[in-house]
T-cell receptor
Framework: EAGVAQSPRYKIIEKRQSVAFWCNPI?????LYWYQQILGQGPKLLIQ????????DSQLPKDRFSAERLKGVDSTLKIQPAKLEDSAVYLC????????????FGQGTRLTVV | GENVEQHPSTLSVQEGDSAVIKCTYS??????FPWYKQELGKGPQLIID?????GEKKDQRIAVTLNKTAKHFSLHITETQPEDSAVYFC??????????????FGSGTRLSIRP
């Protein structure tokens, strides 16, 4: 079974630029999560999708972050404009059902904002 | 909302000894508690989980205990090996048939195994 795929693996941008991350979850997984992991900290949930609907985006800085999940499969997370404090690893995870089962994580995208 | 606290932040043990990582959670409705291992440059990987209807679960050298009354849960690794060196995260979530759960993570424990 293929795992969660994320791209790119690394990205360096200047502040105020925009950036987009892509995630392809495990086939058939209904739930998709985007987490932000700042160096030395635990992952922090940004947004959670159930199929193509948003379940929780309470921690998403909506003035600069946006996310979508087209057709309930792939997802993109965008930052525009980026700030220095957005430097982090962005992790995508998927889970097969509504909740309580294992979340499978991708390798993440390491973003550096300079 | 749920808050998960984890300690210690760093732990160094001699190879072959045991390691214990402890977590507390705030929301008594939480009923699913996974533990993840994260190696350098990789995403977190589930190593064991426990649900609120059991108090202990074991898988080879790894065990997890849960005290619902005190809202504590712990990870125990016995006979530690060099490959156990990594960052470990505890997490908590609320699961149900009618609602999707969000997984809230602790701050992590960096475990180092001394040869």
């Amino acid at each position: 079974e293929a795992g969660v795929a994320q791209s790119p693996r690394y990205k360096i941008i200047e502040k105020r630029q925009s950036v987009a991350f892509w995630c392809n979850p495990i086939s058939g997984h209904a739930t998709l999560y985007w987490y932000q992991q700042i160096l030395g900290q635990g992952p922090k949930l940004l947004i959670q999708f159930q199929n193509n609907g948003v379940v929780d985006d309470s921690q998403l800085p909506k003035d600069r972050f946006s996310a979508e999940r087209l057709k309930g499969v792939d997802s993109t997370l965008k930052i525009q404009p980026a700030k220095l404090e957005d430097s982090a690893v962005y992790l995508c995870a998927s889970s097969p059902d509504r909740g309580g089962s294992e979340a499978f994580f991708g390798q993440g995208t390491r973003l550096t904002v300079v | 909302g749920e808050n998960v606290e984890q300690h210690p932040s760093t732990l160094s043990v001699q190879e072959g000894d045991s390691a214990v990582i402890k977590c507390t959670y705030s929301d008594s409705a939480s009923n699913y508690f996974p533990w993840y291992k994260q190696e350098l440059g990789k995403g977190p990987q589930l190593i064991i989980d426990i649900r609120s209807n059991v108090g202990e679960k074991k898988d080879q050298r790894i065990a997890v205990t849960l005290n619902k009354t005190a809202k504590h849960f712990s990870l125990h690794i016995t006979e530690t090996q060099p490959e156990d060196s990594a960052v470990y995260f505890c997490a908590a979530s609320i699961t149900g048939y009618s609602s999707a759960s969000k997984i809230i993570f602790g701050s992590g424990t960096r475990l180092s195994i001394r040869p």
